[in-house]
């Protein structure tokens, strides 16, 4: 069963993946700690891909890929085509620079999809990583989200931005899609509307 869910129309259903995720080679990394406790969560532009992973990152041939963003920025010049022909999205994650792509590429919609990377469910960068997408830079194309993506975190997610999901394994996938509707008048303005509850609704005279 798949374990994407999609939202059109504000509907949601989940769906086959017809994008194949690209996936950096594994590499070590080190434990950190401060305090003498572990660090769970990288800092936002730490470097984290070497440039072997880099290297040694296979590129499908063809087909619609969705490919790591250091990977993306050093074969940009070789995969204009593609780029062109809409088979090549892009993955973040949520610790890595949003503007090094922005720069890169000023007209983001050339890019059918992108997609954050969630490392741990409790990094709450990656709403301020979909809001900025959909208002500041105004991508409107499909927004995904995946890696440690739970149920409690999709209505939110959804108010930032997405409209895809990729559910953790483990966990239902039909479950996740109940939380879309957790919330049926939320009061703050969003990505998804921008107009706060006062705006929403005319409570007449």
């Known amino acids: 069963m798949s374990q994407l869910i999609a939202l059109k129309n504000g509907a949601a259903s989940t769906i086959e993946d017809d994008w194949l995720l690209v996936k950096l080679p594994q590499t070590h990394v080190e434990e950190r700690k401060q305090a003498g406790k572990v660090v769970l969560f990288k800092l936002t532009g730490e470097q984290t891909v070497t440039p072997e992973q880099i290297t040694n990152t296979t590129i499908p041939a063809s087909g619609k890929v969705i490919l790591p963003l250091k990977v993306f920025l050093a074969n940009q ?25 922005t720069n890169a590429l000023p007209d983001l919609n050339t890019l059918p999809i992108i997609a954050i990377f969630v490392e741990r469910f409790a990094d709450g960068r ?26 409690d975190q999709l209505f939110f997610q959804k108010r930032s931005g ?5 559910i953790r394994a483990d966990r239902s996938a039909n479950d996740a899609i109940t939380s879309l509707n957790d919330f049926s008048a939320p009061y703050q303005g969003a990505a998804d509307d921008s107009r706060p509850a006062f705006q929403r609704y005319n409570r007449g005279a």
């Open 126 to 151: 990656i709403f301020s990583l979909g809001n900025l997408l959909r208002t500041r830079y105004g991508y409107k194309n499909t927004l995904r989200s995946f890696g440690d993506v739970l149920r």
């Open 77 to 101: 010049k070789t995969l204009q085509a593609r780029i062109g022909k809409g088979e090549i999205g892009v993955w973040l994650a949520t610790h890595e620079i949003l503007e090094d792509l």
């Open 162 to 166: 997405f409209d895809q999901f990729v």
